[in-house]
């Protein structure tokens, strides 16, 4: 498979992960992540299965509104392997306090059984 066409899967998984958050189906995203997945973030770092992950989305307290992306771009460090950078500005609700914030994430990607699953992902709030 030519590198463009991996490149463009992988942007729209990306894309797909944060659609499915803004349209409170926490489902699609997990159905996206491998059996255990590693998040780091402001909050810290964490290991979690897909059921946990969607239970995580799922807290009232916190719901994603709206984002886009920019300055997206993809490493495959192997043919299974993908490693995609971006800047992403988000609006969430948290707490019921609307907050917007610009942000650089990173999301290592493996091919498992011919289908691409989020293993990491890490977020930084942009400087």
Known sequence: MA???KRSEIESL?????????????????GMLTPTALMVSANGAMSFDPPTYEKMARNPKHSLLDYRFSDLDVLFPSDDVAIA??????????????IE??????????????KWRCA????TRAG
Do not use: N
């Open 3 to 5: 590198t463009s066409t």
């Open 14 to 30: 990306e894309r797909a992960f944060w659609q499915s958050l803004v349209d409170d189906q926490p489902e699609v995203a997990s």
């Open 85 to 98: 950078t971006y800047r992403a500005w988000q609006k969430y609700e948290k707490d019921g306090a609307t």
């Open 101 to 114: 914030e610009d942000v650089v994430d990173s999301s290592t990607w493996l091919r498992i059984d011919g």
């Open 120 to 123: 990491a992902h890490t977020e």
